[in-house]
């Protein structure tokens, strides 16, 4: 009996101090963020030894790159091994979308906007079909590329947009941005032609957003106005087209 | 036949018995467990992150399995000494080796069917995202630990079951290498050296031809036609391997 006591104290005892080390653990303060410069293997050395589970790999890289990102945000503001995780996690899953899309931001944080629009060039050309890459190369060129000619800049961006409003999915918003950024860009006609195709195909608002960019971009003069719309004829159905001059000649005797 | 049969329940029973099942209930509770930890760590990822990691565990969890049974299966039979009881009935080595296998095959097929079903139903409950080709990747997996485990049986018939356990985990990881044998025998100039890489690449049971992860995440389209030669080409090393475990049992002495 007293054996059996004994033996019940000693394991009762041995849970009380597992249990008390770990809560007095548990209490101790958040680690500092570790160091930012981690090391990451090339994504060759496990595409050689590991084919099997490259896609795994890179979904274990991808949490790992969250929880780096989001200590060291929090912290030290420092990403230093940032670019090495996003080419390891795109190079093993080259069609992860979402890796592409995060990195692209992250990397803003890691002052490196070169590095966002190579990697999501580099995802558009593994994901040619999804509307979302050319839509943020746009943005990210629109907003931060560091080339001074804001007009070069603004075709570059709209470049982009008018491809992403080609692609299944994209919102009507998208061709209205190309639109726009090309009427900043300088080039007027297309800018024009652009408006008048997203009048063709676009809903109520977009068709209002284009009357009104419209009315600003062609010439006032009746005559000239003629010409110019005239030449818009096979840029939308004809029933379209009858709605769309007396919409952009409304005023005009 | 009738007699591999026999055996082969005997087998099936025996493992059953052993609670192997009980791995799919890990198995289940640790899915649970990691879809929870999942959803709120991978960036709106779980769906991807379940299918990937999960088959996975169901890898590493059937390789654990199917090693360290099938180590001991023969084995344990010999240590015991009921071999002698049933060689003494009219059963040939070679009925034996066949028997043994096919029941452990059996169980096999058991455990990667519940691990399979479950991962199936819980991204379908949970993430909302099944997809058939988890199913196809689980069958993929157990054709794969079925060779893993003729060949653990090949060495319990010459060694002892630890031995036979790690060289069976060595051979599944050598399994995912055999490509880098081929290219060590592509760099090598003598012809001696290239000709022996060749025959460690050929005797190396290739696991990792085909990976069907990748279409399960929705990176990749597999095609049926590599899919039907690999499982061809595996269950010709399984049948190759189980036939060298049998001729070498016949020859063994107790």
Same mark, same amino acid.
């Given at each position: 009996m007293l054996k059996r006591s004994v033996s019940v104290l000693v394991a009762l005892a041995c849970v009380a101090g597992v249990v008390v080390y770990q809560a007095h653990a548990g209490t101790k303060p958040a680690p500092a963020a570790g160091d930012p410069n981690v090391f990451v293997p090339s994504a060759k050395f496990y595409t050689d030894f590991s084919p099997s589970f490259r896609t795994s790999i890179a979904d274990a890289y991808w949490l790992q790159m969250i929880q780096y990102y989001g200590e060291h945000w929090k912290t030290d503001?420092?990403?230093?091994?940032l670019p090495a995780m996003v080419d390891l996690v795109t190079t093993l899953s080259p069609r992860f979308k979402q890796a592409y899309f995060f990195s692209a931001f992250a990397l803003i944080d890691a002052n490196r906007p070169d590095l966002s629009y190579h990697y999501l060039l580099a995802g558009y050309?593994?994901? $040619?079909?999804?509307?979302?890459? $050319?839509?943020?190369?746009?943005?990210?060129?629109? *907003?931060?590329?560091?080339?001074?000619? /804001?007009?070069?800049?603004? @075709?570059?961006?709209?470049?982009f947009y008018s491809q992403a409003a080609k692609l299944p999915g994209a919102l009507p918003s998208v061709a209205r941005l190309a639109a %726009?950024?090309?009427?900043?860009?300088?080039?007027?006609?297309?800018?024009?032609?652009?408006? %008048?195709? @997203?009048?063709?195909?676009?809903?109520?608002?977009?068709?209002?957003?284009? @009357?009104?960019?419209?009315?600003?971009?062609? $010439?006032?003069?009746?005559?000239? /106005?003629? *010409?110019?719309?005239? %030449?818009l004829r096979d840029l939308m159905p004809a029933s379209q087209y009858s709605r769309f001059v007396s919409a952009i000649f409304r005023g005009y005797q | 036949m009738r007699r591999i049969y026999a055996i082969a329940v005997n087998t099936f029973r025996e493992t059953?018995?052993?609670?192997?099942?009980?791995?799919?209930?890990?198995?289940? =509770?640790? #899915?649970?467990?990691?879809?929870?930890? =999942?959803?709120?760590?991978? =960036?709106?990822?779980?769906a991807r992150m #379940?299918?990937? !990691?999960?088959?996975?565990? &169901?890898?590493? !969890?059937?390789? &654990?399995?199917?090693?360290?049974?099938a180590a001991s299966l023969v084995h344990k039979e010999v240590e015991k000494r009921t071999v002698f009881v049933l060689f003494s009935k009219p059963v040939g080595r070679t009925e034996f080796i066949w028997g043994k296998f096919l029941g452990l095959a059996a169980t096999m097929l058991v455990v990667l069917a519940g691990m399979g079903l479950f991962l199936f139903l819980l991204t379908l409950v949970v993430a909302k995202q099944a997809s058939g080709w988890l199913l196809v990747a689980t069958a993929l997996i157990y054709l794969q630990l079925l060779v893993v485990m003729a060949v653990t049986v090949f060495f319990s018939t010459v060694s002892s079951a630890i031995l036979a356990s790690v060289l069976g985990i060595s051979v599944f990881v050598a399994g995912q290498l055999s490509h880098n044998v081929l290219s060590l025998s592509r760099l090598g100039n003598g012809v001696v050296l290239k000709a022996a890489s060749w025959i460690v690449y050929v005797l190396i049971p290739n696991l990792s031809a085909v990976d069907i992860k990748p279409t399960v995440v929705g990176e990749a389209s597999a095609s049926w036609a590599s899919i039907a030669a690999w499982g061809g080409y595996l269950v010709a090393y399984i049948v190759v391997v189980v036939l060298a475990a049998s001729w070498v049992f016949r020859r063994k002495e107790f």
């Open positions: 503001q420092r990403f230093d091994a050309k593994a994901n $040619p079909t999804d509307w979302h890459f $050319p839509f943020y190369l746009g943005f990210f060129a629109w *907003t931060y590329a560091s080339n001074k000619d /804001r007009q070069h800049v603004a @075709i570059v961006a709209a470049d %726009a950024l090309l009427a900043k860009g300088g080039e007027k006609q297309k800018a024009i032609e652009t408006w %008048a195709a @997203i009048y063709g195909q676009g809903d109520k608002y977009s068709q209002q957003k284009a @009357i009104a960019a419209l009315d600003a971009l062609l $010439p006032q003069g009746k005559q000239e /106005r003629v *010409t110019v719309v005239t %030449a | 059953i018995r052993d609670r192997v099942l009980g791995v799919i209930v890990l198995f289940a =509770l640790g #899915m649970i467990i990691a879809s929870l930890w =999942l959803a709120s760590i991978s =960036l709106n990822q779980q #379940m299918k990937d !990691f999960g088959l996975v565990a &169901v890898t590493f !969890f059937g390789l &654990v399995v199917a090693v360290f049974v």
